[in-house]
């Protein structure tokens, strides 16, 4: 070996030695805890390894509502819509104002931000396409569970319980939501069997002039787990609410024989849909003539905790409704 | 029948009818938009029976379906036929004014300013229906135009071709606030998708009145300038020998331009082609005198609108697309096949 190369190899022999050195630091300083007890979850990124009591946990799209329902409390997450967080209980509205937000939409999560929270699970429910992209600085970062958008928030909600250790609370929320359906499946069966209803909806960023059919939402709810007749859109078909329907075919709606509509918690049409109960065409509906359009408030439908309280809207207003002439 | 021959840019001579046959042309205009205005109440995204149509508009009750007709489709017909008249109208104003036959008033920065102010407005100051942001639009397409045309004033009077310029940057100046102002606040480009594609759905006669009294000033300043823009179109020499008085005609031409394209933007968006095809068709049929060209464009420009309305409301029933989408695939077709048949028409 000449001096050259034997400088070369003592150099390199120097180097590594400080690289596993800065590693073990580094190893050290992030994790802390190095016996720290660990689980394996199923997600839809494989078996993932978390951590057996997760002190630190980063929700990422729309795992942070229904991890918050739980009694969840993350230390960073993605922001929510001003509208989406005004429907929380107050308590879980402190619980989202505590966290530190990543980013404004879940496609845009500041990973520095996100590393320097140091947390020891993330959570996150997008697009497949976008997981993609962020998957392994994601992992990088903490064990990550992800969840594809067509998971069922059943599922969702099951899924992040068992990762977030909240199973607990998860199996509470579930007996509660079975027992309100079961409730309101007894009460209201001559209705649930002999009334054809129809759900509409309309957002803020509707087109003016336009409405939608619901029937993904609360509805859905109602109508797969309640049983109550719903419309649907038929298999393989896009939902009936993707589709923005002119307030002209509000006069379409005459066939059904009641009519539930989005309110807020004080029972007022929700602000994008106070157009639709102004207009003439509504007002001339028989089902709003005969008392028959119920106002329904929905504060989501991708937890249990804000499905039960859609429950409670829906059985109060069914117990309203005047028999059909 | 007389005709008159010009000579035009290229080798070629195209016919131009004499004035009998241009009125004649215009009463066919006239009777095809009120066709349409007629198909516009008829047809819609549900299926309502003429009789119906005629009891509503003349037999008024509180039938469901009469309020479908009196509520929706009335009012829309009527916004389609001012939206048209102003865009058709704008259109061949600026390209009188540039001499440029592919100017639109959107050249000008009138879109851009309208849609500036209108993300300003629902982004920034939570304004979220029609009735709100109109006044936006309408603001700003005008303080714009008028930034324009002081930028593009030089010492040797207004240029158009310093004003094209000038609202060339201006726009994208403005563009680019837009964008960035869009891109930090996802509920007003949610809230702007419907106005930017440029629609005249779901705005009821509230939003016309107020705008009306504007397009019609901006009409009278229309035909008081074109007998000078005939003459401008020969070169300003040879206009101001005539007489005309440059500045003046052309401070003129862009009020009535910037009230009638901000007007028409503030309603329904930004639609782009109308202002840009129909003035050549109407110079195609009419040859190149103002006067003609402004009152087929007024007639033309509309039904052009409407056309693109009622066919967006049927081809996706029950869903509908935005006239301002429509009229870029009913319109291009249209002006390429005119294109390729006919030599460009004369400024």
Known sequence: MTPLRRRGAALAAVLSAALVITACGSDGDDTGDATVKARSVKADNGTIEVPAEPQRVATIGNTTLPFIDLGGKPIGLTAESDSNVKLLPEDQQATYAAATILAPSADEVDMEKLASLKPDLILAQIPDAEFELIEKRLEAIAPTVFFGLDTEWKALAGGLAEAGNLTDRFSQQKAEFEGKVTKIQETYREIIDETSFVDVIRWASSDPGTFAIADIGCSEIARDDVGMDFPKAPAGADPLAWTSLPFEQISSLSKYDAITYPVDAKGQPTEPFAPVVETNTWKALPAVNSGRALGVFCPGNNSYGSVVRYLDSLASVLATLPAKK | ?????????????????????????????????????????????????????????????????????????????????????????????????????????????????????????????????????????????????????????????????VMVLAGVCVGAVLGGAREALQLTNPDAFDAMRSWNAGSIAGRPLEVVWPILPFVAVALVLAFVVAGPLNAMALGDELAVAQGVRLARTRVLAIVALSLLAGGATAIAGPIVFVGLMVPHVARWIVGPHQGWIFAYSILLAPSLVLVSDILGRVVIRPGEIPVGVVTAFVGAPVLIALVRRRKASGL
Do not use: E, K
């Not at chain 2, 865009?87 to 849609?115: F, Y």
């Open chain 2, 1 to 161: 029948m007389t005709t008159l021959a010009l000579r035009q840019d290229g080798p070629g001579t195209v016919t131009v009818p004499g004035p009998r046959r241009r009125l004649l042309g215009l009463v066919v205009a006239l009777v095809v938009l009120v066709v349409l205005l007629v198909l516009s109440v008829m047809i819609g995204s549900t299926s309502i029976p003429p009789s119906a149509v005629w009891d509503a508009l003349f037999h008024s009750s509180a039938d469901i379906d009469q309020f479908a007709i009196r509520d929706y489709r009335l009012p829309r017909a009527i916004v389609g036929l001012v939206v048209g008249v102003a865009l058709g109208l704008s259109g061949a104003l600026i390209q009188a004014l540039t001499r440029n036959p592919l100017a639109d008033p959107g050249i000008l920065g009138v879109h851009a300013g309208a849609s500036f102010a209108v993300t300003v407005a629902v982004g920034l100051l939570g304004v979220r229906d029609v009735q709100g942001y109109m006044w936006f639009a309408f603001a700003g397409a005008l303080v714009v135009t008028l930034m324009v045309l002081a930028l593009g004033s030089t010492r040797q009077g207004s240029s158009p071709v």
